[in-house]
């Protein structure tokens, strides 16, 4: 039940207690010095009525009621007045404030006809009505001002958590862009000295460093404000996908290795990445720049999170025909079908065909509470040799969100300190 349906049921029972043409309860004081203080947190009408309808306002709006209103809070008497002149239709109101200890909550009005006015019987069942009638309004404002409350924290933590949101990618935004405006700066200085440097073939090797970086910082760029793009076009469902025959393993063999040439050139032989593509594997069903898009995201979380180097695999297989070489997390008890691969299959069908992508690192690994809430957009995994990592976590939020679009599912795997298994499916020509 809502407050505003309690609050009408109690001033129903009073209009029935008095048998009076109407009640009315005003929640309002407008003195500050005499207002209570759950009054601040009221997000209901101030007026509840018996009977709701027009008669009620118009009686409110008018002044002379209006004043008597005004009095009796001030005075804390209540108020009765039995002639016509006070409202053409009325001859009897009562006029009574609500009051308790904390302050006054408004008044409340009760109307009869002339010849129904209120006499000592009404005002004795008033008067022992009327400290449980302050009780139980009180009671419901409380009520009111909780949920009141509890709305205001979460708008604030909600703001708060988008703030952050913001922040953090205002940050990852604002740091290739210092990093450019920095090296730009450095060009432009070299360049204007060009002369004395030309003859030790100083310049050129320093300007070649410095673009390199400027570049560098540029892709880093552009892939944030892609990442951004997409989160918003997820969220506005406006996501197309180009679906068509794929060929799987050219894709995997490209991407590996076009990033294993690029890590290399960062960190010379600190990474090195193996490709296992399962012989005659089936043309998928999927949009090749998004499945291009997924692996590189995958590939790039497994260099990050293994600040140590070390071999990153990459395998691609049919679900029907798992037999692959076994990573160092799966134990030699595992059946020829590996948990998520058996899981999959559970859940396509066995007549389904799906492939399979899995990609392994000897990173940090993650832990076991933390592993669902990493496909969620912002969140990232928090560890001291990973705190230095430029990100805005929403590399895998965005790879579940185009692996689903594709019909397939995504699953990670991990032990912390011993590395991470991440598994995605997508189906095949059919």
Not at 5 to 11: A, E, F, G, K, N
Not at 70 to 89: C, E, F, K, N, R
Not at 101 to 125: A, K, M, P
Not at 268 to 297: K, S, T
Request: with cysteine; net charge negative.
């Amino acid at each position: 039940m809502s407050a505003e349906t309690s609050l009408r049921m109690l001033v129903q029972q009073i209009r029935h207690l008095l048998l009076c043409q109407t009640a009315i309860l005003l929640l309002d004081c407008p003195d500050p010095l005499l207002r209570h203080p759950l009054l601040h947190h009221l997000s209901i009408a101030p007026m509840i009525s018996s009977t709701n309808d027009a008669f009620e306002q118009n009686l409110l709006d008018n002044k002379l009621v209006a004043a008597l209103c005004d009095i009796a809070m001030q005075t804390g008497a209540i108020w009765s007045v039995d002639d016509s002149w006070v409202w053409p239709l009325t001859s009897s109101l009562l006029i009574v404030p609500i009051e308790s200890s904390d302050g006054t909550l408004g008044v409340l009005l009760c109307v009869n006809h002339w010849e129904e006015r209120f006499l000592q019987g009404e005002y004795t069942l008033l008067f022992q009505y009327l400290p449980e009638l302050i009780q139980r309004i009180e009671s419901t404002l409380q009520e009111i001002s909780f949920l009141s409350r509890y709305f205001e924290y979460a708008v604030r933590a909600a703001i708060h958590e988008q703030n952050t949101y913001i922040s953090m990618v205002s940050h990852e935004l604002r740091s290739p862009l210092t990093a450019i405006k920095g090296y730009a700066g450095l060009l432009h200085a070299y360049g204007v000295t060009d002369s004395q440097w030309t003859a030790k073939g100083m310049t050129t090797v320093r300007q070649s460093r410095y673009l390199t970086a400027i570049m560098e910082q540029v892709d880093h760029l552009e892939v944030l404000i892609a990442d951004l793009l997409d989160v918003s076009q997820l969220r506005a469902g406006r996501l197309s996908l180009r679906c068509r025959e794929v060929n799987t393993a050219q894709i995997c063999q490209r991407v590996v290795v076009g990033m294993q040439e690029r890590v290399e050139r960062q960190s010379p032989g600190l990474y090195h990445f193996q490709c296992g593509i399962e012989p005659n594997l089936p043309l998928a069903w999927a949009d090749p720049d998004r499945m291009r898009q997924i692996l590189v995201n995958l590939l790039e979380n497994a260099v990050k999170y293994s600040p140590d180097g070390g071999i990153i695999e990459l395998y691609a297989y049919t679900l029907q025909q798992p037999k692959r070489p076994r990573h160092p997390l799966l134990s030699a008890s595992d059946k020829q079908m590996q948990p998520h691969e058996a899981a999959v299959t559970s859940s396509i069908g066995a007549s389904s065909c799906m492939i399979g992508i899995t990609i392994c690192d000897c990173g940090i690994g993650i832990p076991h509470t933390r592993q669902e809430e990493l496909f969620q957009p912002f969140v990232r995994l928090q560890h001291s040799s990973s705190d230095h990592i430029a990100g805005t976590g929403l590399g895998l939020y965005i790879a579940r969100c185009l692996v689903e679009a594709m019909h397939g599912r995504i699953f990670l795997r991990s032990k912390q300190g011993e590395g991470t298994e991440v598994t995605f499916t997508v189906p095949t020509v059919s």
